[in-house]
């Protein structure tokens, strides 16, 4: 078997893990040029820092002037593909002199044979197997074989022994005496053995700086006896520095110290060399004259696996040097497989300790209660997405839309996520009308010139109206001396008017004329609300009258002392959990400027509220807690007037709707309730007001006439009457008339209605006009 098979053989199991490739492997070829070594060290490792390096030592081959060995290198499972191989000539033995060494990193992925070569040179010219000290060796005499580190010294003027001394033990150029009586100097014999005493010409040099070694600068003088300052050699180079001359330890100081012609000569400045810790680097001159090596300190650095310039808590890896790829000088990393955690992170939503500081998700209230906001049940919680924070909803929020006419169909231009939303929203979004309770997909056509089934047009009224070009105000008036003041619905088609000088008519459902009941009800009438249940109508009127009648009954029941003190404006009845209770408001009869207020519970009498200021015209409210009276003080420059009611005090309460720009001296005449969130009130030159739940404001105006009643569906369904016979009526965004009973010239006192396709209007002068047949 030949070496170089038996080199293979036996570096394997050193640099590896056996014969197979299936990690990857590399065939390394050592070079040499120039000298041969005694000593060739290789070795591989991960470049990038995981596990042990593998190394070998082998002798060097071939002939003085170079050769080269191959050896087989294979890579550790638990390694990267990127491995660093190193080879080290040494002079004798791997435990003397480093020559020279080169190294090179190579990508060696699973299952790949590569090939790599090294190249190693340096210069052995007397083939002594010592390298020159120029190329990193230890031979101070390169061009002597009898010179080389171990040498005998033999007086012969040179330093055999590259001890950086020459002819040490022979005092050569020390003075001697002679026979003669003269003084000499001891110098080498022929056979480099010994030293005789001998004088010549010329022999004693001026020695200056008093170092022994005298100047090779100037020529000598010749003397019996040695003079004063003056030396038996002319071994100094310098004579003005202690430190230059013949023989002298060379410092590292770019000077020529031992005067042999060369600068630092076998101080290797410049070659590769170790430092503390084992770090490698480059010879270099020290402040004080010696050789140091300048390698880079040894430091600590930590697994930076994340990438996020800060190390693992773990043990760190010992490295020359400040940087190493994967690597930094921090270890304050509590998790280094995620970049996001580190002390001093910004902390996230992510259920992890991000700043390393031991409790997760700080700040970010995890765990508390949240949606309230929605009306929702949940905890916080991380959002995975981006960091922040959610609400977990137990059940979560949908999109409920506007629903402000009641129909159970939302505006779909005003979608809100929320659980548990309040009256007046809906999960449906297909309202072409949210102003309008009649107009949503599923309502029925009806003869108001409204798309009311949202189909987008409006052409299928015809079907609905009475005529194919549509509805009409139709007049069923009765006597010009008839001066109607109130109206009231009920059922499907039953209708009540009332007004003064004892004026009482009904329409039954399902009949067309009304019976003239006048006469059966003495009073005065002002105001009429009717009971849906049975159809009753309660009457309400001046100097304290109070009345009720049955549709079908011939006579009246009249209960004036109820209404004591009390002219009787306005009427209403809201429900409650036994029925209805029964409101009147007015004038106050012992007081003109102020007003009253009465409620009837079903008690005998009636409960008498408190005060308010100014004459109260009209009441209108949906509950007890809904419940608006309107008027205004009459004394000259005085103002209008809204109370809400309290129904648990029995209170009414002013809602200061005097103080709104504008309103000045109007006095308010009708009030209409549509919903909790929109009421609206008219009164005198041309003022409308809207309710949304919390505050009046001014609402926009058909003309600066007297009004006073007003009907409302929806905030696109107004309808209003003034004191010169007209209707206006609003659809969302302008005012239009819709009736004009100028013929002959009265006010229209009151609106009521089931629909925008049943509306009746009555006023002075026997006016009565429905709508719209």
Same mark, same amino acid.
Request: proline share 4%; hydrophobic share 30%; aromatic share 6%.
């Given at each position: 078997?030949?070496?170089?098979?038996?080199?293979?053989?036996?570096?394997?199991?050193?640099?590896?893990?056996?014969?197979?490739?299936?990690?990857?492997?590399?065939?390394?070829?050592?070079?040499?040029?120039?000298?041969?070594?005694?000593?060739?060290?290789?070795?591989?490792?991960?470049?990038?820092?995981?596990?042990?390096?593998?190394?070998?030592?082998?002798?060097?081959?071939?002939?003085?002037?170079?050769?080269?060995?191959?050896?087989?290198?294979?890579?550790?499972?638990?390694?990267?593909?990127?491995?660093?191989?190193?080879?080290?000539?040494?002079?004798?033995?791997?435990?003397?002199?480093?020559?020279?060494?080169?190294?090179?990193?190579?990508?060696?992925?699973?299952?790949?044979?590569?090939?790599?070569?090294?190249?190693?040179?340096?210069?052995?010219?007397?083939?002594?197997?010592?390298?020159?000290?120029?190329?990193?060796?230890?031979?101070?005499?390169?061009?002597?074989?009898?010179?080389?580190?171990?040498?005998?010294?033999?007086?012969?003027?040179?330093?055999?022994?590259?001890?950086?001394?020459?002819?040490?033990?022979?005092?050569?150029?020390?003075?001697?005496?002679?026979?003669?009586?003269?003084?000499?100097?001891?110098?080498?014999?022929?056979?480099?053995?010994?030293?005789?005493?001998?004088?010549?010409?010329?022999?004693?040099?001026?020695?200056?700086?008093?170092?022994?070694?005298?100047?090779?600068?100037?020529?000598?003088?010749?003397?019996?006896?040695?003079?004063? =300052? /003056? @030396? %038996?050699?002319?071994? #100094? $180079? +310098?004579?003005?520095?202690?430190?230059? *001359?013949? !023989? &002298?330890?060379?410092?590292?100081?770019?000077?020529?110290?031992?005067?042999?012609?060369?600068?630092?000569?076998?101080?290797?400045?410049?070659?590769?060399?170790?430092?503390?810790?084992?770090?490698?680097?480059?010879?270099?001159?020290?402040?004080?004259?010696?050789?140091?090596?300048?390698?880079?300190?040894?430091?600590?650095?930590?697994?930076?696996?994340?990438?996020?310039?800060?190390?693992?808590?773990?043990?760190?890896?010992?490295?020359?040097?400040?940087?190493?790829? =994967? /690597? @930094? %000088?921090?270890?304050? #990393? $509590? +998790?280094?497989?995620?970049?996001?955690? *580190?002390? !001093? &992170?910004?902390?996230?939503?992510?259920?992890?300790?991000?700043?390393?500081?031991?409790?997760?998700?700080?700040?970010?209230?995890?765990?508390?209660?949240?949606?309230?906001?929605?009306?929702?049940?949940?905890?916080?919680?991380?959002?995975?997405?981006?960091?922040?924070?959610?609400?977990?909803?137990?059940?979560?929020?949908?999109?409920?839309?506007?629903?402000?006419?009641?129909?159970?169909?939302?505006?779909?231009?005003?979608?809100?996520?929320?659980?548990?939303?309040?009256?007046?929203?809906?999960?449906?979004? #297909?309202?072409?009308?949210?102003?309008?309770?009649?107009?949503?997909?599923?309502?029925?056509?009806?003869?108001?010139?409204?798309?009311?089934?949202?189909?987008?047009?409006?052409?299928?009224?015809?079907?609905?109206?009475?005529?194919?070009?549509?509805?009409?105000?139709?007049?069923?008036?009765?006597?010009?001396?008839?001066?109607?003041?109130?109206?009231?619905?009920?059922?499907?088609?039953?209708?009540?008017?009332?007004?003064?000088?004892?004026?009482?008519?009904?329409?039954?459902?399902?009949?067309?004329?009304?019976?003239?009941?006048?006469?059966?009800?003495?009073?005065?009438?002002?105001?009429?609300?009717?009971?849906?249940?049975?159809?009753?109508?309660?009457?309400?009127?001046?100097?304290?009258?109070?009345?009720?009648?049955?549709?079908?009954?011939?006579?009246?029941?009249?209960?004036?002392?109820?209404?004591?003190?009390?002219?009787?404006?306005?009427?209403?009845?809201?429900?409650?959990?036994?029925?209805?209770?029964?409101?009147?408001?007015?004038?106050?009869?012992?007081?003109?400027?102020?007003?009253?207020?009465?409620?009837?519970?079903?008690?005998?009498?009636?409960?008498?509220?408190?005060?308010?200021?100014?004459?109260?015209?009209?009441?209108?409210?949906?509950?007890?807690?809904?419940?608006?009276?309107?008027?205004?003080?009459?004394?000259?420059?005085?103002?209008?007037?809204?109370?809400?009611?309290?129904?648990?005090?029995?209170?009414?309460?002013?809602?200061?709707?005097?103080?709104?720009?504008?309103?000045?001296?109007?006095?308010?005449?009708?009030?209409?309730?549509?919903?909790?969130?929109?009421?609206?009130?008219?009164?005198?030159?041309?003022?409308?007001?809207?309710?949304?739940?919390?505050?009046?404001?001014?609402?926009?105006?058909?003309?600066?006439?007297?009004?006073?009643?007003?009907?409302?569906?929806?905030?696109?369904?107004?309808?209003?009457?003034?004191?010169?016979?007209?209707?206006?009526?609003?659809?969302?965004?302008?005012?239009?008339?819709?009736?004009?009973?100028?013929?002959?010239?009265?006010?229209?006192?009151?609106?009521?209605?089931?629909?925008?396709?049943?509306?009746?209007?009555?006023?002075?002068?026997?006016?009565?006009?429905?709508?719209?047949?």
């Amino acid at each position: 078997m030949s070496s170089r098979v038996l080199l293979l053989v036996g570096v394997l199991t050193l640099l590896g893990t056996g014969c197979r490739n299936t990690e990857g492997a590399v065939k390394l070829t050592v070079s040499y040029e120039g000298f041969k070594p005694g000593c060739i060290r290789v070795a591989v490792k991960d470049a990038n820092g995981e596990g042990e390096a593998r190394t070998t030592e082998v002798p060097g081959k071939g002939e003085f002037t170079g050769g080269a060995v191959t050896v087989a290198v294979f890579r550790e499972a638990s390694w990267s593909n990127s491995l660093l191989l190193t080879a080290e000539a040494f002079e004798k033995e791997c435990t003397g002199t480093k020559v020279v060494s080169a190294s090179e990193t190579m990508t060696v992925n699973k299952g790949d044979v590569s090939k790599l070569e090294l190249k190693l040179a340096a210069t052995d010219a007397d083939q002594d197997g010592y390298v020159s000290e120029a190329t990193g060796g230890s031979d101070c005499n390169d061009k002597s074989t009898a010179a080389y580190p171990g040498a005998k010294e033999i007086c012969n003027n040179q330093d055999d022994n590259c001890d950086d001394v020459q002819d040490e033990g022979f005092n050569v150029g020390l003075v001697c005496d002679k026979s003669d009586g003269c003084q000499g100097a001891w110098t080498c014999n022929a056979e480099g053995t010994a030293t005789t005493c001998e004088a010549k010409e010329g022999q004693w040099h001026p020695d200056a700086d008093k170092d022994g070694k005298g100047s090779n600068k100037v020529p000598g003088i010749t003397a019996c006896k040695q003079p004063d =300052g /003056y @030396v %038996a050699n002319d071994l #100094d $180079c +310098d004579d003005n520095n202690v430190q230059r *001359y013949t !023989g &002298a330890p060379e410092l590292c100081n770019a000077v020529d110290d031992n005067c042999d012609g060369e600068e630092d000569d076998g101080l290797r400045v410049g070659q590769d060399c170790t430092g503390q810790s084992g770090c490698g680097g480059k010879r270099a001159c020290a402040t004080d004259g010696g050789v140091v090596c300048d390698s880079p300190e040894l430091t600590i650095l930590y697994a930076d696996k994340d990438q996020d310039t800060h190390g693992a808590l773990d043990a760190g890896k010992p490295h020359c040097g400040s940087t190493l790829p =994967g /690597y @930094v %000088a921090s270890s304050d #990393d $509590c +998790d280094d497989t995620r970049a996001n955690v *580190y002390t !001093g &992170a910004p902390e996230i939503c992510d259920d992890l300790d991000n700043n390393c500081n031991g409790p997760k998700d700080e700040g970010f209230g995890v765990g508390e209660d949240c949606g309230q906001e929605l009306g929702c049940t949940g905890k916080k919680a991380c959002d995975n997405s981006d960091g922040g924070v959610l609400c977990a909803y137990v059940t979560p929020p949908s999109t409920y839309y506007t629903d402000e006419d009641r129909d159970s169909y939302g505006n779909p231009d005003a979608g809100v996520m929320i659980c548990a939303p309040d009256a007046g929203y809906s999960l449906n979004a #297909d309202d072409c009308n949210d102003g309008n309770p009649f107009t949503n997909p599923d309502a029925g056509e009806l003869c108001d010139g409204e798309d009311n089934n949202c189909n987008g047009t409006t052409e299928d009224e015809g079907t609905v109206c009475p005529t194919p070009d549509g509805g009409s105000w139709v007049e069923q008036s009765s006597g010009s001396g008839d001066n109607w003041k109130s109206v009231a619905v009920w059922g499907d088609g039953g209708v009540w008017v009332t007004g003064g000088s004892n004026l009482l008519q009904v329409r039954r459902p399902g009949e067309m004329s009304f019976d003239n009941l006048s006469g059966q009800c003495t009073g005065a009438w002002n105001a009429v609300w009717v009971d849906p249940r049975d159809g009753k109508a309660i009457l309400g009127g001046e100097n304290a009258t109070v009345g009720s009648h049955l549709p079908g009954a011939t006579n009246c029941e009249n209960n004036g002392t109820y209404a004591t003190d009390t002219d009787v404006r306005g009427i209403i009845g809201v429900p409650t959990d036994s029925g209805f209770d029964i409101h009147l408001i007015g004038k106050d009869r012992l007081h003109p400027y102020e007003g009253r207020v009465l409620r009837y519970t079903g008690l005998t009498a009636p409960l008498v509220g408190n005060p308010v200021g100014g004459q109260l015209w009209d009441v209108h409210g949906i509950s007890q807690e809904i419940l608006f009276a309107v008027g205004g003080h009459e004394r000259p420059g005085e103002d209008a007037r809204i109370y809400s009611f309290k129904p648990d005090q029995n209170l009414w309460v002013d809602e200061n709707v005097q103080s709104i720009s504008g309103i000045g001296d109007k006095i308010l005449r009708g009030v209409w309730v549509v919903n909790p969130r929109l009421a609206y009130a008219v009164g005198m030159g041309g003022t409308v007001l809207m309710w949304n739940g919390a505050s009046w404001n001014l609402h926009s105006k058909p003309s600066t006439e007297n009004l006073l009643s007003v009907l409302a569906f929806g905030k696109n369904a107004v309808y209003v009457s003034t004191d010169n016979g007209k209707v206006y009526r609003y659809n969302g965004s302008s005012w239009s008339t819709v009736l004009n009973s100028s013929s002959p010239t009265g006010a229209l006192n009151d609106l009521a209605g089931t629909s925008p396709a049943d509306i009746w209007v009555v006023g002075d002068k026997g006016k009565r006009f429905h709508w719209p047949q």
